[in-house]
């Protein structure tokens, strides 16, 4: 069975600082997808990130990085530059290769403060 | 915005009573599936419809069912609710199965209350 942790409740940085958000994972499988969502008040489901299993270069989007170390099944979301808009709740998931759905870890707040 | 669109954005229901909630996939979409997110949880995987069928089911009991339909909008009903099934529920679409990079499109879920 796969399973996502995020240890990080909640979480506060400051305006145009760099944030890590913490993400590990277990699976079996060997071919999976990671993801990263971000939700806020509204509750829409925004995606932001993905990371294949295979990919040996750690993904990248705008502002948003994914820190991916296979070994130690972590998948970390970086955000540089934080800014007001980023505060929201943001899950990590993953995916296996049948795509049937997905396993979403238990959420982090971002606060980003002015 | 994502183009899927639920219906309604908020409900109250009495305990035992029956509920439909109501997707609209993007277009060119044919794979729907649902969530439910409980208070300050994760969303749990429900169920998923491909083509029309039921694809997959999460840990649900079957008083959760589901529909899709031939222009792949979807609908989940609930029977007998339950106080603990007050969540805000999240439907998803995409395009296929077993595609490993396809992103999933969420809609704004609907938040149900059971009292």
């Known amino acids: 069975a796969q399973k996502i942790t995020q240890t990080q409740p909640g979480m506060f940085v400051q305006e145009k600082e760099a944030v890590t958000l913490d993400c590990t994972y277990d699976?079996?499988?060997?071919?999976?997808?990671l993801f990263w969502y971000k939700q806020p008040s509204s509750g829409e489901m925004i995606f932001l990130i993905y990371?294949?299993?295979?990919?040996?270069q750690n993904a990248t989007e705008g502002r948003y990085s994914l820190n991916f170390q296979k070994a130690r099944k972590s998948a970390n979301l970086v955000i540089s530059a934080s800014q007001l808009g980023d505060s929201a709740m943001y899950f990590c998931?993953?995916?296996?290769?049948?795509?049937?759905?997905?396993?979403f870890g238990p959420g982090t707040r971002l606060s980003v403060l002015p | 915005e994502t183009g899927v669109t639920q219906s309604p954005t908020h409900l109250i229901k009495t305990r035992g009573q029956q509920v439909t909630l109501r997707c609209s996939s993007q277009?060119?979409?044919?794979?729907v599936s649902w969530y439910q997110q409980a208070l300050g949880q994760g969303p749990q995987f429900i169920f998923q419809?491909?083509?029309?069928?039921e694809n997959g089911r999460g840990n649900f009991p079957p008083r959760f069912s589901g529909l899709q339909f031939p222009n792949y909008s979807s609908e989940l009903n609930v029977n007998a609710l339950e106080l603990d099934d007050s969540a805000l529920y999240l439907c998803?679409?995409?395009w296929g199965t077993g595609r490993k990079n396809t992103e999933a499109f969420f809609g704004q879920g609907t938040r149900l209350t059971v009292v």
């Open positions: 998803a679409s995409s």
């Open positions: 419809y491909y083509r029309e069928e």
């Open positions: 699976t079996s499988d060997q071919s999976y997808g």
């Open positions: 990371q294949g299993s295979y990919d040996e």
């Open positions: 998931a993953m995916r296996d290769n049948y795509g049937q759905n997905f396993v």
């Open positions: 277009s060119g979409h044919n794979t």
